[in-house]
């Protein structure tokens, strides 16, 4: 088989939740351990962190491998869902997992696969194991697909977990409540492991806390060690952020070229991590902390945050995507210079339309349009949606010709957002790669 053929036949044979929905989740750990253990446990043949969260998960993973990397480990990076190539999801020291070996993996463990029937995400996660454990790498970063007590990352024995942030998403699945949601995400809190927090609530700060006394895991909230003092954009490319400690008087400055401002509480987590990780007997001299968070985007390949893709008319990209994600996102657009603003968006169909919808700015341009994928919301449904929120706009069956009228209906001094769903975000940036 080819590189492409192995993929389609992962796609076709492999229940996707990210395509699929609810359907291709698997409540229990079951397949994880079968698949794993006949690889011979390879997650347990290399140093960890596994970090969970609703929001900014995949950015501190990203920050936190490039810092690894800058600090001299080899080191293994695995997220979801992946915007253009299925090799995304699994990087050593931000180079793509080759696709010789994803096609040598799935023709030799062919039998495995019909035995087991994971699904994409289990198939994925013992994949990254078993490159990661053949590749001899010093240390891997690990985020979470969904939730993390039943997610199949968790088989691991980390040396450090954290949990971002918990907000209201995948309700169908982790629950109608943000305590029932922290309970799933707490999951990944092992015994006599620290747990970093990167942001608490009063309805979830108490769920960690009984968490971590039961596991006699070390708690700590990042938002206690750390706060912001003042952060700056320069364009085109970096961000500037100042960061206070409650036990030092004067603030660090660091500079990150990831430009979105929810990055600000990411940064925070990831110094908590570093700190944790230090104090575990794993060495990151400042210069690495301070080369790691300036590289992310060239030392791991990440995309998608407040990414810009084009400057007349200003044009960008971000994948947040529930109501918090969101939220942040429309801030930072209302703090952007821009005549008029076009936004393309599209959403899956198990999203909370209405909540999402009641975020976006009424005095925008909207373009609905849906992903070419099977869980992909109708965009005919969205403009109904949006016209009852007073969103006005048109809809297009796809995100090309939804792309194309924009930039050909906005002015130089305009600015065009593209979100609403991962796979809007990915469709549209795989055009500007052409």
């Known amino acids: 088989m080819t590189y492409k053929e192995t993929i389609e036949y992962l796609y076709s044979q492999l229940p996707m939740f990210h395509r699929e929905g609810k359907i291709a989740y698997k409540a ?82 062919m039998n495995l696969l019909d035995k087991i029937q994971p699904s994409f995400f289990e198939m994925t996660a013992a994949m990254a194991f078993d490159y990661f454990e053949k590749e001899k790498i010093d240390i891997a970063v690990l985020e979470t697909g969904l939730g993390g007590r039943l997610d199949a990352t968790n088989i691991v024995n980390p040396v450090v977990t954290a949990i971002t942030n918990i907000s209201s998403d995948h309700t169908d699945i982790l629950g109608e409540t943000l305590e029932q949601i922290a309970g799933e995400k707490a999951g990944i809190i092992k015994p006599n492991i620290a747990v970093i927090i990167g942001e608490s609530i009063p309805e979830t700060r108490q769920v960690f806390v009984e968490k971590a006394k039961q596991s006699n895991s070390k708690l700590i909230f990042a938002e206690e060690n750390y706060s912001l003092e003042n952060s700056s954009i320069s364009y085109p490319d970096k961000q500037f952020i100042s960061i206070k400690r409650p036990t030092v008087n004067k603030s660090q400055k660091y500079t990150l070229d990831l430009l979105g401002n929810y990055q600000t509480k990411n940064l925070i987590t990831v110094l908590s991590i570093v700190d944790e990780l230090r104090n575990s007997g794993i060495s990151i001299e400042e210069k690495a902390l301070f080369a790691g968070l300036e ?40 703090k952007t210079p821009c005549k008029k603003l076009h936004i393309i968006y599209g959403m899956v169909k198990d999203k909370n339309v209405k909540k999402a919808l009641s975020v976006l700015p009424k005095n925008a341009i909207y373009y609905f349009t849906k992903a070419s994928i099977p869980r992909a919301l109708d965009e005919q449904i969205l403009l109904k949606e949006g016209k009852m929120m007073y969103l006005s706009g048109k809809s297009f069956p796809t995100v090309k010709d939804a792309l194309e009228t924009a930039r050909k209906q906005a002015q130089s001094d305009d600015c065009i957002y593209i979100g609403g769903s991962t796979f809007v975000v990915g469709e549209a940036i795989k055009e500007f790669l052409k």
């Open 295 to 334: 590289r992310t985007i060239q030392n791991t390949g990440l995309m998608g945050r407040w990414q810009i893709l084009a400057r007349r008319p200003f044009i960008v990209a971000d994948t947040g995507h529930n109501e918090e994600g969101l939220k942040a996102v429309v801030k930072q657009l209302k």
């Open 28 to 109: 229990n750990l079951d397949n994880i351990k079968k698949f794993t253990e006949a690889l011979g446990s390879p997650q347990n043949k290399f140093k960890s962190i596994h970090v969970a969260g609703t929001n900014g998960k995949g950015s501190v993973c990203h920050m936190l491998a490039s810092i690894l990397q800058e600090a001299g480990y080899k080191t293994g990076l695995f997220t979801s869902p992946h915007l253009i190539d299925f090799r995304e999801r699994i990087r050593i020291n931000g180079i793509m997992v080759p696709e010789e070996y994803i096609i040598a993996f799935v023709k030799e463990n």
